[in-house]
């Protein structure tokens, strides 16, 4: 009797399983050679006359990391703020980065700029993100379509990102507002890679990028495993008339070229490859980098200047660079730490997917932190090596020029910057897509709490003040230092 109800039980399972979420591909192949969207997607912006230069990661996290990048822009809009900058720093804002909670606030500011910041929490944060979703650990249908692939597919949280916050927005979009390079990242959870909304990836796929809703993106980014179903993309073969970039065709054949970077051309030369890849599955971004910094490694590494991926013009004119990680954390679960048994289950697939989603994270963080001190390097000794007629012609004039007057602040803004009780508190917030509307709030004060308390963006006001101060002894302007430096 035992066995016959074991074997119901199976087969009761094994049926729900023809029932998990699927979702189709639904990216539109590409109709000439190249996305058109190229140039004006990935060039970063023209500096302005003081030459500073500013990129924000936001980490995953769920709403709790929505939030906390969301107090990061309201920090850095309130510094510097007056009636001649009402958008303060964020008027610098040339890179956005986000995975998973991140790429919701990281998509909402390419969309929208400074000007949509006050509209963010009421129309996103303190609503329930969850509402179409089937989520219930009690529920065993959401268990067994969980286990078979995943409980929820696109017509749950991508479709509260378009009804809330998106409105259909496209790719087209982001490139046509350019409120700043907007990168959303997710995983090949075949390639074991990070997968970038790039022109440059959809050129391999021979899919246009334009008309790929954002909510899509997004979804991707979000997908957490079993939760969700992977979001699909097909590769669309010869739909497309593709040549491969430079950097792939070098890397194919240098031996010293990155093992990260060896890896990415093996994964858009999967995408050419009908007899590997007919269809790319996306999972959360955070699974192969959880602050989305790959892809500024990978496009200094497929740089083929000493200035890349800045053009020449913007390496001259930079002085100051800031960039910032937003990290929203994730939680350390001490309780089965405690007892010799577990975990066991589901508690075991989070430790495990956890603690490969930090190791992945710490790794590239030092990965980007190193790169972008050797290019600093490289861009000194490019600005140096300079005829006075290149400078001039690039820059405008000589005055007040100097190749050496270049400096780098990188920075990760996160839980640890602020005092052991509110970290406690914080770290007790669940990593939901739902979240009351006290705990929002406590996390927007604490990503400008610990924003305010950063190291390395104090650094970089000091810097500013000293730059202004500076420029004043030169040109005689009057003294007026707009940018408040916050306490350390």
């Known amino acids: 009797m035992r066995i016959r109800a074991v074997l119901r039980t199976l087969g009761a399972g094994l049926l729900l399983a023809g029932c998990a979420a699927t979702n189709t591909a639904i990216n539109a192949p590409l109709t000439g050679s190249r996305n058109a969207l190229d140039h004006e997607l990935t060039q970063a912006r023209e500096l302005g006359q003081d030459g500073i230069y500013i990129g924000l990661a936001f980490s995953g996290g769920g709403m709790r990391a929505s939030a906390f990048a969301h107090g990061m822009l309201e920090e850095l809009r309130a510094t510097g703020r007056g009636p001649d900058a009402p958008a303060g720093l964020l008027e610098h804002v040339a890179l956005v980065t986000g995975v998973s909670g991140g790429s919701v606030t990281a998509a909402y500011y390419g969309l929208y700029g400074p000007g949509g910041i006050d ?19 009690f529920n065993p249908l959401a268990i067994l379509r969980g286990l078979s692939g995943g409980a929820n597919g696109r017509k749950t949280f991508a479709r509260f990102l378009d009804e809330s916050i998106f409105r259909k927005a496209t790719f087209a979009d982001l490139a046509r507002r350019k409120h700043a390079v907007t990168w959303i990242n997710a995983t090949d959870v075949a390639n074991n890679t990070p997968f970038l909304f790039s022109p440059e990836t959809f050129d391999a796929l021979c899919s246009d990028l334009s008309r790929m809703p954002v909510s899509e993106a997004v979804a991707a980014s979000a997908a957490y495993p079993l939760v969700f179903s992977p979001i699909v993309l097909e590769a669309h073969g010869d739909a497309c008339d593709y040549s491969e970039p430079d950097w792939l065709t070098a890397a194919r054949h240098n031996p010293e070229a990155s093992s990260a970077m060896r890896a990415y051309a093996r994964t858009l030369e999967s995408y050419r490859d009908p007899e590997k890849v007919r269809f790319v599955k996306l999972l959360d971004g955070a699974i192969t980098d959880n602050f989305g910094t790959t892809g ?25 660079m800031l960039f910032l990680v937003a990290n929203a954390g994730v939680q350390t679960d001490y309780a089965w730490t405690r007892k010799a048994a577990g975990p066991g289950g589901i508690q075991l697939a989070t430790s495990i997917a956890n603690a490969s989603m930090s190791s992945a994270t710490r790794v590239g963080y030092d990965v980007m932190r190193l790169t972008l001190d050797d290019w600093l390097a490289d861009l000194i000794d490019f600005r140096c090596d300079l005829p006075a007629s290149e400078v001039r012609r690039l820059r405008g004039s000589l005055d007040g020029w100097n190749c050496r007057d270049v400096k780098l602040f990188v920075g990760q803004v ?45 650094g970089f006001l000091r810097s500013l003040d000293a730059f202004s101060a500076r420029r004043i002894a030169v040109e005689g302007e009057s003294a007026v230092s707009p940018r408040r430096i916050s306490p350390q």
């Open 119 to 137: 509209r963010y929490r009421d129309t996103y944060l303190v609503r329930n993100a969850e509402k179409y979703m089937a989520n219930s650990p």
């Open 296 to 320: 500024l490694t990978m496009a200094r590494a497929k740089s083929q200047t000493p200035h890349g991926p800045l053009t020449a013009q913007q390496a001259v004119r930079l002085r100051r």
């Open 414 to 458: 996160s839980f640890e910057d602020l005092p052991e009780a509110q970290r406690q508190r914080l770290n007790e917030i669940p990593t939901r897509l739902k979240l009351n509307t006290e705990d929002v709030d406590r996390v927007i004060a604490a990503g400008r709490e610990a924003t305010r308390a950063n190291p390395e963006f104090n």
